[in-house]
């Protein structure tokens, strides 16, 4: 057998080793189980929660973050109780 055939056979070798080794920790279970997104969404939807994009001043999103950091809530609940207090105000 020719040297490049001895390559070639070893990296097959190789390749078929890797295509069998399992998931590493780090990436499979051993990740953390966190829901998919599909199941996520059908949590959300049962708390009555519905996606809402808006597109903020840079300044305001880093004041938004603060207040959340400040008061130990989420963006989410924090976001939903300043527009809570100023639609109140508003009527």
């Known amino acids: 057998m020719k040297k490049s055939d001895l390559d ?4 097959l070798k ?3 080793q890797m295509k069998q080794a399992g998931t590493p920790d780090r990436f ?4 953390g189980a966190v829901a998919s997104r599909r199941e996520q969404r059908k949590l959300e939807q049962a708390q009555g929660l519905v996606a809402f994009a808006v597109k903020l001043d840079g300044e305001l999103v880093k004041q938004i973050h603060a207040l959340a950091e400040a008061s130990q809530m989420g963006i989410n609940e924090t976001v939903a ?3 809570t207090k100023g639609l109140a105000d508003k009527t």
């Open 8 to 11: 070639r056979n070893e990296g």
């Open 28 to 31: 499979g279970n051993a990740a």
């Open 14 to 16: 190789i390749t078929g």
């Open 81 to 83: 109780a300043l527009l």
